[in-house]
Structures are given as C-alpha cells and as structure tokens.
C-alpha cells in the first residue's frame, strides 16, 4: 500500500507540517522523508532545541526547513489573514498570540499555502490539532461535519494485503442519520485512495429488523437515505457484525444482499462501538490501524496518539500527504 502512495508523491511531491518539530519521534521519520524526493517536512519550533535533540538522537535533519513562529518574517501577513479567516471572532493581537503555538502557526501555513498538509498530535491532544482546523481551514463545500476514518491493513492468506476501512472512530461522539450518510460518503472516497473497493456496512446490534430501538433505527434510516442517492458503491443494513463479513452468516441473516458477508467498509452508529471496535481489530486481529484520518477538511490535517512512534509518524505523513489533491 506504501509503494503505491509514494509512487503518487513522487509524481507530485507536497511539502508536510510538522507541529512538534522538536520531538525525538518526528524527527526521526522527518529524517526518513529527507532521504526521499517525495516528501519535504518543515518543522516548527527552535532550530536550536530541534538541532539538540536531533544530534543527540544522531538524526540527520541537515536539509530540514525549520519554522519558528517568534522568527518568521511573514507573521504580519499570517496575523492579517488569520483576523479575515476568524472574521472578527479573534482580534490582531489575539491571533498574534495563538500563532505563537506550533498547532495554529503550523495550521495557517497550510491556509496560506505554504504547506500542503499537516501532522500533529505527538504531544498536542486531539482537540488542540482539530479545533485550529475547523476554524481556519474549515469543511469543504458541501460537509457540515468533520469526520475520520482509519484503515486497517493485514497480510492476505492469498497472498497482497486485506485493507478495510472503519469510521467515525474518534471525532463525532454520537452521530445524526444525515451525519452517518456524510461519514459514509467521506470514509468511501478515503477507502478508495487506499486501494478499496468498497462495500459499506452499516453496523448495529440488528440485522435487517432482527432487533429493534432508537440506535437500530438510526442505523436502517441512514442506510435508506445512502441508497436513495443511487452512489456508486453499494451499502446494505443494519447488520450485525458477523452478517457483515462472513458468507455462511450474511446467506443465513441477508439473503440477496450484495454486502452480506463480503463488507470491507464498516460504518459504526457512535464514536464508542467505532473505538472499541478499530482497536479489537488491531488488537486480536492483527491489523496495523492508520489513523484517525480527518475527514471533510479543505487540505489535509491530520492527528497522531500521543504514544506513536516514530514509524508511525512517518507512515501517517506519507497518508496525509497522499490526501492533498
């Protein structure tokens, strides 16, 4: 799956934020990126802190761009664009001292065009890397939500990888029948960038009426309202997890269906069920699970845990540049 996203960048190379430059797990996949072509990290903190802990860690970030909000020369520029954005919510001097903070001088260098995308979340929370994002990069037209979406990637018994998709596992808590047929819609188009051929299920403790209750409801209604915007993929439910991904079930449960048994999108009714849920599959399943992969934002940002590590940071970059049209 890798090969094939840097054989894209290659193609296109962007340029990645990093908001943390200065910790030891990004630096090292910052000095992974440079000694590639596709990919070019700009690192945000104090050259000298950054250049510190590189050389103890014996890192390699000579070619490096390194940012610090107090030096750089375009700030007055950032200020002013970042009052318009704010549209009068944040004054001059307000946004001066946000910008002093990595996750919204790093967020306005993408606004800007200064980077294409942006990374963080190695010690910010994942609030401190969404709440710069909604308010600066905000949703593309059409979306009303941000959502995510986590791809979970194994080796095949037949041989290649079995890659699934699984949302919204981290943003929305408790999401609407109109906010799953947007999440379904956004966690499709990412499935697809990763190789997928989606067949979305739309998951419940129910099968096709089997069980019955608001969440069951919830999970049916947003099923009919995806079908009747006659997509490009097919989508069946509410199923029960076991209808959805094994044949001998789906045959038993959903008869005729075209997802029954065969799913590999899977739609969770609240941020509970998909947390619990992506984590059973890295867990017990062995599945390496990238993400949250944010969704419905006009450029790529992106949160890592705070306990990743530094492979991690670097395949997370790779994904959230492959993201930037």
């Not at 307000?94 to 294409?116: H, I, K, P, S």
């Not at 048994?261 to 998909?274: E, H, K, M, R």
């Amino acid at each position: 799956m890798f090969r094939l996203l840097i054989q894209k960048l290659k193609k296109n190379p962007r340029k990645i934020v990093f908001t943390e430059g200065n910790d030891e797990r990004v630096l090292e996949a910052a000095a992974r990126l440079l000694s590639g072509t596709f990919l070019t990290p700009i690192l945000i903190g104090d050259p000298e802190e950054i250049h510190r802990v590189a050389d103890e860690a014996c890192l390699n970030i000579g070619n490096a761009q390194i940012l610090q909000p107090s030096a750089y020369g375009k700030m007055e520029a950032m200020v002013e664009k970042m009052v318009e954005l704010r549209r009068g919510k944040m004054t001059a001097e307000q946004c001066r001292a946000a910008l002093q903070q990595g996750n919204y001088f790093g967020t306005m260098l993408v606004a800007m065009g200064e980077a294409d995308c942006l990374l963080g979340g190695a010690t910010y929370s994942t609030a401190d890397t969404v709440r710069p994002a909604l308010q600066l990069i905000k949703t593309r037209p059409g979306n009303k939500i941000v959502s995510s979406c986590f791809i979970l990637v194994r080796p095949s018994a037949t041989g290649g990888n079995q890659v699934l998709a699984m949302g919204d596992c981290a943003i929305n808590i408790d999401p609407s029948e109109d906010d799953l047929v947007e999440i379904t819609q956004e966690v499709v188009n990412c499935a697809r960038r990763f190789g997928v051929d989606p067949k979305v299920a739309m998951l419940s403790y129910s099968t096709l009426g089997s069980g019955s209750g608001p969440a069951v409801d919830k999970m049916r209604n947003a099923c009919d309202k995806l079908k009747a915007l006659n997509l490009d993929f097919p989508v069946d439910g509410e199923f029960q997890f076991d209808a959805a991904v094994s044949p001998t079930v789906g045959r038993l449960k959903a008869p005729g269906s075209e997802v029954a048994g065969q799913a590999n999108t899977f739609i969770f009714p609240d941020i509970s069920a998909g947390n619990i849920g992506y984590k059973i599959a890295q867990r017990m399943g062995n599945f390496d699970a990238y993400g949250p992969i944010l969704l419905g934002l006009n450029a790529p940002i992106n949160d890592l845990s705070r306990g990743c590590n530094a492979m991690e940071v670097y395949s997370m970059a790779i994904i959230t540049a492959a993201l930037a049209d």
